[in-house]
């Protein structure tokens, strides 16, 4: 699997940001996607992550705030509201497959200014 990150850049604080992560390869052994984010001297966390079937899960920091759709079997989407200059930072969207096999995505950045 191939993961391409798409839809950063820089945005005012209170504003609004869609990323998207298409997928390409095997994507019908994908069984989860996910959205983790690395800050500037921080290490990467999750963001927000969503599975084949089930309820997504947040960050405590981005819930009421984010959301992660699976729109469908290649394409994942992450709606940011009301950004916070502490959500800055590169965005890289992840899958696992139920072969085993953990893709990560190049990373997109997010600026967000106060």
């Known amino acids: 699997v191939q993961l391409q990150a798409s839809g950063g850049g820089l945005v005012q604080a209170g504003g609004s940001l869609r990323l998207s992560c298409v997928a390409t390869?095997?994507?019908?052994?994908?069984?989860?996607m996910g959205w983790y984010r690395q800050a500037p001297g921080k290490q990467r966390e999750l963001v927000a992550a969503?599975?084949?079937?089930?309820?997504p899960n947040y960050a405590d920091s981005v819930k009421g705030r984010f959301t992660i759709s699976r729109d469908n079997a290649w394409k994942m989407s992450l709606q940011m509201n009301n950004l916070k200059p502490e959500d800055t930072a590169v965005y890289y969207c992840?899958?696992?497959?139920?072969?085993?096999?953990?893709?990560w995505g190049q990373g997109t950045l997010v600026t967000v200014s106060s």
């Open positions: 992840r899958s696992y497959a139920y072969t085993g096999v953990d893709s």
């Open positions: 390869g095997s994507i019908f052994s994908i069984t989860s």
């Open positions: 969503i599975p084949s079937s089930g309820t």
